[in-house]
């Protein structure tokens, strides 16, 4: 959606991250680009070769010239490359905005992109997830949704149901005419093609989340039954305090851990039981808040003892640990639940596994989209008027309703259809300079 707007601003900012480094890149975008690179520079540089210059007052190096509209934003954008100071940063950007720029908002280029059709918004949000990217598996994903692939899935599915309303149009326009019959019988075989299609794009997306936020994962028993070990043990280093003393965990602890490039975070918590003191009653207290927030649980008991009910875990998916069968030779775990051992490494690669899975995670080696939460949901809404649609074959006044809306809700994952308020939510939650 190319924007005209010739009265829009020239912006700038540090497109590199705070700190030193050897170099440091100063970003300007906009129409004045031209004219600010004669007062920064003296001249315009030739476009897209590297040129050394005097940028400004304040320092030498690479400039950078790209015209519109083969930029990143569409627009003209200038890009001087000096030395990583934080000190000539900020003046080399005080120069811009001396000469006639302002500073850019928080994802203001990545924005003018989308606004210009460089990118639509499935791909500019996977801008943000590319920079994010907590594991190399989430990097190659936002890559793969910056390179369109999960905007051409989405397209996709549009098509076909343009294809499906056209085909109702015309028994809507032709209600009497021999053919209807015929019509009926291939929209209904339309329509379950699309929303097999539409139930595939959602299960990769679903799994691509996974990546994206991570799953938090707590550990939960009663004190003294091994979670401090079995967090060690998972974590692969010493993270947490293990003594022989009942209650030596008071607060929560967090570690990030990737398993199969899925990133984790494992929460130790205290032991769940009657508090004997102030500073233990606050230990549990926050063991309640953490599981409140919990994805997944791994309620841990001690194997070859009594396994006491764990009162108040919440109602997510959960895995349930028999530990120190190392000193239970024999020993064998309730069906559904796992038998390890924190201190020689026992069960643990099974438990990895059983994490992923309880998850929603599988390694089937097919692409997954590194959705977002709003992805999920339009993905989902359209799910919901397919499925009301097949239920209005016989009508097809009100199956042509309910196939416009679910192309709509799938519209909004691209960007063809979206409202400002959001454009800017999601905007802003990127770094300036991108």
Same mark, same amino acid.
């Given at each position: ?122 791909? /500019?949000?996977?801008? !943000?997830? @590319?920079? +994010?990217?907590?594991? #190399?598996?989430?990097?190659? &994903?936002? $890559? =793969? %949704? ?45 329509? /379950?093609?699309?929303? !097999?299609? @539409?139930? +595939?794009?959602?299960? #990769?997306?679903?799994?691509? &989340?996974? $990546? =994206? %936020? ?51 975070? @494992?929460? +130790? ?166």
């Amino acid at each position: 959606m190319p924007n005209d707007d010739v009265g829009r601003d020239t912006i700038a900012a540090v497109a590199t991250p705070p700190g030193r480094g050897g170099i440091g890149i100063v970003r300007l975008s906009g129409p004045q680009v031209p004219a600010l690179a004669a007062k920064l520079l003296g001249f315009l540089p030739r476009p897209r070769h590297a040129v050394h210059a005097k940028l400004g007052a304040v320092d030498e190096g690479i400039a950078l010239y790209f015209p519109a509209p083969h930029s990143y934003t569409g627009e003209a954008v200038l890009e001087l490359h000096g030395h990583g100071g934080p000190v000539v940063m900020q003046a080399l950007l005080g120069a811009c905005l001396d000469a006639g720029a302002r500073l850019a908002e928080p994802g203001e280029f990545t924005r003018r992109a989308f606004l210009e059709g460089k990118l639509d918004l499935a791909q /500019a949000e996977a801008v !943000a997830d @590319l920079i +994010d990217a907590a594991s #190399r598996e989430a990097a190659r &994903s936002a $890559l =793969r %949704s910056l390179g369109g692939e999960f905007s051409d899935a989405v397209g996709a599915l549009v098509a076909q149901l343009t294809e499906l309303r056209a085909l109702l149009e015309a028994t809507l326009d032709f209600p009497e005419e021999e053919l209807d019959r015929l019509h009926r019988e291939d929209a209904a075989t339309r329509l /379950a093609a699309v929303r !097999a299609a @539409l139930d +595939d794009v959602l299960r #990769r997306s679903r799994q691509g &989340s996974l $990546l =994206r %936020s991570g799953i938090h994962v707590v550990l939960a028993g009663r004190p003294n039954v091994g979670k401090s070990s079995l967090l060690n043990r998972l974590a692969g280093e010493e993270r947490a305090i293990v003594t022989p003393v009942p209650g030596t965990t008071r607060d929560a602890l967090r570690e990030p851990i990737l398993i199969d490039g899925v990133p984790l975070v @494992l929460v +130790d918590t205290a032991g769940l039981r009657r508090s004997k003191g102030t500073v233990e009653r606050r230990g549990i207290e926050r063991t309640r808040e953490e599981l409140g927030r919990a994805d997944l649980v791994l309620a841990v008991f001690e194997a070859g003892k009594p396994a006491v009910p764990l009162p108040g875990l919440p109602s997510v998916a959960r895995i349930d640990i028999y530990n120190k069968v190392d000193l239970r030779r024999g020993f064998r775990a309730p069906a559904g639940a796992l038998a390890v051992s924190a201190k020689t490494g026992a069960g643990i690669e099974a438990l990895r596994r059983r994490i992923l899975e309880a998850a929603g995670w599988s390694a089937t080696g097919e692409t997954t989209f590194l959705a977002r939460e709003r992805h999920l949901r339009a993905l989902g809404a359209a799910r919901s008027h397919l499925e009301a649609a097949a239920g209005e074959l016989g009508r097809a006044e009100l199956l042509a309703e309910e196939l416009r809306l679910a192309q709509e809700a799938l519209a909004t994952v691209t960007g063809e259809f979206t409202a400002d308020d959001l454009l800017g939510e999601i905007f802003s939650r990127f770094c300036i300079g991108k």
